[in-house]
């Protein structure tokens, strides 16, 4: 098997001719040619055929102890695995996953569906999901919906199609009939849910504790003295927006402040198209003078807005998103915000997911449970309200 030098591929690579005494080779990947010297060339020959047996001869192991190794079980003590782990990589040994899967009746490919790849939110999560499932040998296929519901179906049908092991999705603010996914699960492929999560279908779901960071963020924006709050968000048919209103509406509620209904802009449009509306928002005379968004996009959008219509942020309007956008940091003022510990959900969606793959035929595993992890409040000049 001959790795191309630049790209690292290996499927795309073809002889051309020789130099030197040395086989050149054309990578049609990356598009560049390489060359590799003959006695290179039978060492890399040689570490092909490396085999757990081999692993096993050379350090006077059993087989089944190295197999164990090779797939991060935790039956084998740390430091024989590092020995094992270590040989492995200097043998040049390299795991058949074509073979393994014929055993096995397994592609070792996990779908990842999210709405987009545009914010380092969804990347991260996808960071924390892959760093996963790669120590147990899976590759992912990332598919992005661009908050398309068609495009959703679409992608669940070719993962569906592509025979992967199991799907980690998000899906989009559009979503409201789940049957694509259910196909999937009806043709034994297991999905988990993570961050925008549901409750139609008895699947695993890893998120953010949303009703309680919106509790905080609403908190906050009290326990800074202002009186006059309002939320903007999503429609009433997202149920994430659903739970941080509700989490916002209680805090009010619980510390006695005014609820008023004209501070309140809960619109599907909010989302995708925001800045026509909170121009209109905050233009009102008598507007909120604190303001808690669904997310950190909306939240930068009235803090762009009330700058340029020159309210004094955070004297004369405080603003508190959720999310922790990269933006946000940067911003000025800097956006206060709730943080989702991202990495963490990915990473436990795809131990979610792997622990359904191998007791799929187990009867009497969980299919059906929710984690969510704690937020945690972000203080930024957006509300440093003397």
């Known amino acids: 098997m001959i790795k191309c030098l630049n790209c690292k591929e290996v499927s795309g690579i073809v002889k ?35 085999t757990i047996k081999d692993i096993a001869q050379k350090l006077g192991l059993g087989i089944s102890t190295i197999s164990r190794a090779l797939n991060s079980s935790d039956e084998i003590k740390k430091e024989t695995k590092k020995i094992i782990l270590e040989t492995a990589e200097s043998m040049g040994y390299e795991k058949n996953l074509t073979a393994i899967g014929l055993v096995k009746q397994q592609s070792f490919n996990i779908g990842i569906i999210v709405p987009e790849l545009k914010s380092d939110f969804y990347s991260t999560l996808i960071s924390g999901a892959n760093h996963i499932l790669k120590n147990k040998g899976y590759r992912i296929y990332i598919m992005q919906s661009e908050e398309s519901y068609k495009n959703e179906i679409a992608n669940t049908n070719a993962l569906i199609a592509s025979r992967v092991d199991g799907i980690i999705a998000s899906t989009t603010f559009e979503t409201k009939d789940f049957s694509h996914f259910t196909r999937a699960i009806q043709k034994n492929i297991p999905i988990v849910f993570f961050s925008r999560v549901n409750n139609e279908l008895k699947t695993p779901k890893i998120a953010v504790d949303n009703y ?14 202002y009186k006059r709050i309002g939320y903007l968000g999503g429609g009433k048919d997202f149920n994430i927006g659903n739970i941080r209103y509700q989490g916002f509406y209680d805090t009010l509620r619980k510390y006695n402040i005014k609820f008023q209904n004209k501070f309140i802009l809960r619109e599907d449009y909010i989302i995708h198209n925001s800045s026509q509306y909170i121009h209109q928002y905050l233009m009102s005379k008598n507007r909120p003078d604190g303001v808690f968004t669904m997310t950190d996009t909306i939240g930068i959008e009235v803090l762009k807005t009330a700058k340029n219509l020159g309210i004094k942020i955070p004297e004369d309007l405080g603003i508190i998103g959720f999310s922790d956008h990269i933006v946000s940091r940067y911003i000025s003022p800097s956006l206060s915000t709730i943080r989702q510990p991202t990495m963490e959900i990915g990473m436990e969606a795809a131990k979610g997911l792997i622990n359904l793959i191998d007791n799929r035929d187990d009867i009497n595993i969980e299919f059906e449970y929710t984690t969510l992890l704690k937020p945690e409040l972000v203080a930024r000049d957006s509300t440093n309200k003397l």
Do not use: P
């Open 16 to 50: 051309s001719g020789k130099s030197n005494g040395s086989q050149r080779y054309f990578c049609k990947y990356c598009k560049k040619y390489f060359t590799i010297k003959v006695d290179e060339q039978k060492k890399l020959k040689t570490k092909e055929g490396i």
């Open 212 to 225: 309680l960071g919106a509790c905080m963020a609403t908190e906050h924006l009290i326990n800074k003295g």
